[in-house]
């Protein structure tokens, strides 16, 4: 199970991006966290889809709108995995899955960003796990900004993206339950 919570950061930057005609500096947005989490979906011996969530995300963005570069660094805490069935959590933390007595957080570093004229609509970098770093594409579905440039400034929108759990070495269960995890984010983000 991969959590991209860091993908909800990547959506923050990709609001901060949509509102660049009124930045055209370098600027730092941080997550909100009561707004910032990632959802997981993996299917279940093909019948259910099994479903989870992390957070809240910890990062921050630093964005050149005029430059169209910037950075991305997200924190996920694995602990806080939630699937709603506390028995099922713990077995997903467990050495073979998540691993999290060893790794107990993950993390989402991007400085790669592709835009469609004005709008950001990708954010490209690695997702580490298990201390396993692998590439992760996150694609924005939506996202806005409401406030002006500058401090208080909010942006966030919604992102998702795919990992394969078996190159993170989360191999348990396999095919019962799929090597294929969807990665669903929502994030907000506060300018400084």
């Known amino acids: 199970m991969t959590p991209t919570a860091l993908l909800r950061f990547a959506l923050a930057l990709g609001g901060a991006v949509a509102c660049g005609g009124a930045a055209a500096q370098a600027r730092t947005f941080e997550l909100d966290p009561a707004q910032s989490w990632v959802q997981f979906e ?20 630093d964005l050149d709108v005029a430059a169209r570069r910037g950075k991305v660094g997200v924190t996920i805490d694995l602990t806080s995995l939630d699937t709603g069935f506390k028995p099922l959590d713990s077995r997903l933390k467990e050495a073979d899955l998540l691993d999290i007595t060893a790794q107990p957080r993950a993390y989402f570093v991007a400085e790669r960003f592709r835009f469609d ?19 992760l594409s996150l694609h924005a579905q939506r996202f806005s900004c409401l406030g002006g440039p500058g401090p208080g400034q909010r942006c966030g929108g919604d992102f998702v993206g795919e990992l394969r759990r078996s190159e993170f070495g989360a191999t348990f269960g396999l095919p019962f339950v799929a090597d294929r995890v969807q990665l669903r984010l929502q994030v907000e983000a506060v300018a400084r």
């Open 42 to 61: 993996v299917q279940h011996f093909g019948t259910s889809t099994l479903r989870g969530r992390f957070g809240p995300l910890r990062g921050e963005v």
């Open 117 to 135: 004229g004005e709008r950001l609509i990708e954010v490209r970098g690695e997702f580490t796990l298990r201390g396993v770093g692998v590439p």
